[in-house]
């Protein structure tokens, strides 16, 4: 490895993408800026898989559509080994679209119908010619099918012979056929039934643990990220809530907004099932006219004047931890729990 | 002990596709009583569906066709009732909700009036008292604002405030009985928690029974109490909720939990189902889930299992039902 292990292969500062009003008529009238996600930081190692979770519209597919550089920041950068990928020029771009690749969530959409699994598999070396000498092609396309579980001879089939467990397994073929360095899941195996679910993520860990693949990995599915992430990153309304070791987040959230969403997740772990759920006021809101201060606040029961007026930083949650949340009044903090007019200021 | 409110007996379906005939549901038998939820759990399809819109009435004949099996309500095969029996029945005594509330909904009518409409197809003559009750249900299904909410279009609701205007038409009227097909799949866990909850507090407080479509086993096990497993059209297993998913007696069942990321302790492996789901227009000899059974025999690949009762409340449909109990308890 060309790295040391503990040098990040991705660095995400401050990405900021907002959208600005489309000009022309508009049902709701509205002339804001949808602000998706506002300042969002982490790291990505080499072999870790790295989850991303958050409700509908917190900005966690933004956030990997941004990287995949098919959306342009509005502001911040991310460096891939060090450089940022929104200044590389074209030659730099095609290597870092080489090492960073995607699988999204419908293979149905993902894949071409009308190419064969073979010319499929192969596509990616039209578009990186250097990559493997045409003569290997066949060869190659075949040992990927293998190494994602199906058959040499599937590589002359059409992507409708194929169930949607089969078609993702193309699709992570597709994505390891130029020896990625990063994979972005977008919420890889949430349109597959639960047995096939289970082949894909074993899939993944097995394809992981033999190439030191790193992989950004969105689900809405608590259970699964839980299952298969080293590290979890909590996402709400465009920003970071709580980011650390998914056993840290999971087992005892830091931000009331982790420990929220944790608690609403239906779990059959026996030691969980009984558990109290935190229930939230209202609804999320608008990404286009965000709260002030802590984005949560509206719907914490913690909440307290300091909220409205400080935007919480992500700090370490307990000090010294390398689990970080943004919040004035973390779960583990013991004085939350005191009324604020009993508090010193 | 009474008549349970639904019994479902060796309900058939078929779909006819081109030459090949797919046998959605195959067989399957299950009973809700008053006043309980029961979760029919099962992949895609396992028939699980098609069962509800049997029930429902609404499976699209042709294709469909029910070739067999009953389907009591209230003491009544609702398969022969005539087209007008029927109506009477809908929302009044059996309601549904759907997993896709928007295409549910008319676009073109507030909510409030769409609400309303139940109660004036039913009988109420003032739309000024039919309007009122909409506006009761909409605070009671947890709208805030409801009288402002009445009056605004479902574009202008989150996915979440339409499921629960779906919901309000469908209780509307106190039905015995709501079907629910993956209410809350397309939902944020959060939301899906706040929906469940509600359908819960109703049951509860009306005494009616909720036939939960799902394939979510946490959802199974925190709002049922009494489960349905579906694979390849019959209900394989079915019992309380809890005992059925802690301590499995088809080995189906015990398969999807071992697959399950939410049942796996920290740092454990899935462990996923061998092989395909079964092809419905071609089902297997013998039990429909031998070709991916860990337990299968001789007697699996020859004879379909019959119905056993096993426990106290539990029925499995598995030649090896009390060996993989006693894998399970060791």
């Known amino acids: 490895m060309l790295l040391q292990p503990e040098m990040p292969i991705l660095q995400v500062r401050n990405l900021t993408k907002h959208y600005l009003p489309q000009s022309g008529f508009s049902f709701s009238g509205g002339k804001s800026v949808i602000k998706a996600v506002d300042g969002v930081d982490f790291d990505l190692y080499p072999g870790e898989t790295l989850g991303l979770v958050g409700e509908s519209g917190c900005g966690k597919s933004t956030v990997a559509r941004t990287i995949l550089r098919l959306e342009e920041p509005t502001a911040g950068e991310v460096l891939y080994r060090g450089q940022d990928i929104f200044s590389m020029n074209r030659t730099e771009l095609k290597t870092l679209r080489r090492k960073v690749q995607v699988v999204f969530q419908n293979p149905y959409a993902a894949l071409n119908p009308r190419m064969s699994v073979e010319d499929i598999l192969s596509e990616p070396w039209v578009i990186h010619p250097d990559v493997l000498p045409r003569e290997r092609w066949a060869d190659r396309a075949r040992e990927l099918l293998v190494q994602v579980g199906l058959r040499p001879e599937h590589a002359e089939r059409y992507p409708h012979q194929f169930s949607g467990g089969q078609l993702q397994r193309i699709g992570i073929a597709r994505a390891l056929a130029l020896s990625p360095e990063v994979l972005i899941c977008d919420e890889p195996v949430s349109a597959l039934d639960l047995s096939v679910q289970a082949q894909v993520i074993n899939l993944l860990e097995e394809i992981q643990a033999e190439t030191n693949i790193a992989y950004l990995f969105i689900a809405h599915d608590l259970s699964v990220v839980r299952h298969i992430s080293n590290r979890v990153a909590v996402m709400y309304l465009g920003r970071m809530a709580e980011i650390g070791p998914a056993s840290e987040v999971f087992n005892e959230p830091a931000h009331p907004y982790s420990a929220a969403l944790l608690s609403a997740e239906p779990t059959l772990k026996p030691d969980e099932i009984g558990r109290e759920r935190i229930p939230l006021k209202g609804e999320i809101p608008s990404p286009a006219n965000p709260p002030s201060g802590c984005r949560f606040r509206t719907r914490c029961w913690k909440a307290q004047a300091v909220c409205a007026e400080q935007v919480p930083q992500l700090e370490p949650r307990p000090p010294g931890s390398n689990r970080l949340a943004a919040c004035h009044f973390p779960m583990d903090a013991p004085d939350a729990e005191i009324p604020h007019y009993l508090q010193s200021t | ?330």
Not at chain 2, 144 to 170: K, L, W
Not at chain 2, 253 to 266: F, G, H, I, K, V
Request: aromatic share 4%; hydrophobic share 45%; net charge neutral.
């Open chain 2, 1 to 330: 002990m009474t008549e349970p409110l639904l019994t479902v007996r060796d309900l058939k379906v078929e779909f006819q596709t081109g030459l090949e005939t797919v046998h959605a549901v195959n067989g399957a038998s299950l009973t809700v009583e008053a006043g309980e939820i029961v979760a029919v759990l099962g992949e895609s399809g396992s028939g699980k569906s098609v069962t509800a819109a049997a029930i429902m009435r609404i499976l699209p004949i042709p294709p469909a066709r029910i070739a067999g099996g009953e389907i009591i309500f209230q003491g009544r095969n609702i398969l022969t009732l005539s087209p007008s029996e029927w109506k009477q029945m809908l929302a009044r005594d059996v309601a549904l909700v759907l997993q896709d509330a928007l295409s549910a909904l008319n676009p073109v009518y507030p909510v409030g009036w769409q609400i309303a409409e139940v109660f004036r197809v039913h009988g109420e003559r003032s739309r000024k008292v039919a309007n009122a009750k909409a506006v009761e249900l909409l605070k009671r299904v947890g709208i805030p604002d409801p009288e402002r909410r009445a009056r605004e279009y479902p574009h202008q609701f989150s996915g979440g405030m339409r499921q629960r205007v779906m919901i309000a038409m469908a209780v509307a009227l106190r039905p015995r009985l709501l079907i629910a097909d993956e209410p809350t799949t397309a939902l944020d866990v959060t939301v899906q928690a706040d929906i469940m909850d509600m359908i819960t507090q109703i049951s509860r407080e009306e005494g009616m029974s909720v036939l939960l479509v799902t394939h979510d086993l946490g959802v199974a096990l925190r709002y049922a109490q009494r489960v349905c497993v579906m694979y390849a059209g019959r209900v394989v297993e079915a019992g309380p909720v809890r005992e059925v998913l802690s301590r499995p007696a088809h080995p189906y069942t015990l398969a999807l939990l071992q697959s399950a990321p939410q049942a796996r302790a920290e740092g454990e492996r899935l462990n996923p189902i061998s092989g395909s789901p079964p092809d419905l227009a071609h089902l297997p000899t013998g039990c429909p889930f031998h070709p991916r059974c860990r337990y299968a025999a001789d007697v699996c690949r020859a004879s379909r299992p019959a119905e056993t009762n096993i426990l106290l409340g539990r029925r499995v449909e598995c030649h090896r039902a009390m060996e993989v109990l006693d894998v399970v308890a060791a």
